[in-house]
């Protein structure tokens, strides 16, 4: 998918609830975020991008906590590891913008390079995550699933913390999610499980 009206489409082919519909939809959402903040000045821009800040911390935080733990045993060790990868340089990225001033030659152009990465993570995402999840996992763990994103969304620090970033383990240690982490590997332990059976 490469526009938000592509992912807000194929979230709409899917249930509300089903956790790659949920994904599609907060990508839209984060397309859509990315492109308003550069055309605002002051605090208009500051608040819009304290708000994509929020939106891509809490994302990206929770796709380690809940999403990862499961795909990360149904594809190559080296793609999770990459997208690991990728969601800790935009960690990093966010913190440093956080500190930016908005209005500052700087801010802009490198706003522009976070998007440009980003955009090309969601595509990754939506091209080797999602359809193993979608395939692999029965439609009631892709709801389960789902409703475990929605929590961990809620429960994900606002703020993008570079030192947790990159890691299940390191995102897991954050009370709440130790749980959202055993439950994504136990839900994975059944579905490899029953995939031996069949
Ligand atoms: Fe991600
Ligand atoms: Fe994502």
């Known amino acids: ?8 489409m194929a979230a709409a082919q899917l249930p509300q609830a089903n956790v790659v519909s949920i994904l599609y939809e907060q990508h839209a959402q984060l397309r859509d975020q990315f492109a308003v903040v550069p055309d605002l000045r002051g605090e208009y821009r500051r608040a819009a991008f304290d708000m994509l800040r929020e939106m891509l911390a809490r994302h990206e935080a929770a796709e380690e906590s809940v999403l990862r733990p499961v795909t990360s045993k149904l594809l190559p060790a080296a793609l999770s590891r990459a997208r690991n990868e990728e969601e800790k340089a935009a960690t990093h990225q966010l913190a440093e913008l956080e500190r930016m001033d908005v209005d500052g030659s700087e801010f802009a152009p490198r ?6 990465q980003m955009l090309l993570h969601f595509v990754r995402e939506e091209t080797e995550e999602f359809p193993v999840v979608l ?3 029965s439609a009631h763990e892709q709801e389960e699933l789902g409703r475990w994103m929605l929590r961990a969304i809620e429960l994900a620090p606002s703020h993008p913390h570079p030192t947790l970033s990159g890691s299940p383990v390191g995102q897991s240690v954050l009370g709440p999610f130790a749980s959202l982490y055993d439950w994504a590997r136990d839900l994975l332990i059944r579905t490899r499980e029953e995939l031996k059976e069949r």
């Open 111 to 116: 706003l522009r390079q976070l998007e440009e």
């Open 1 to 8: 998918m490469h526009t938000a009206r592509e992912e807000r």
């Open 135 to 137: 395939g692999e996992l």
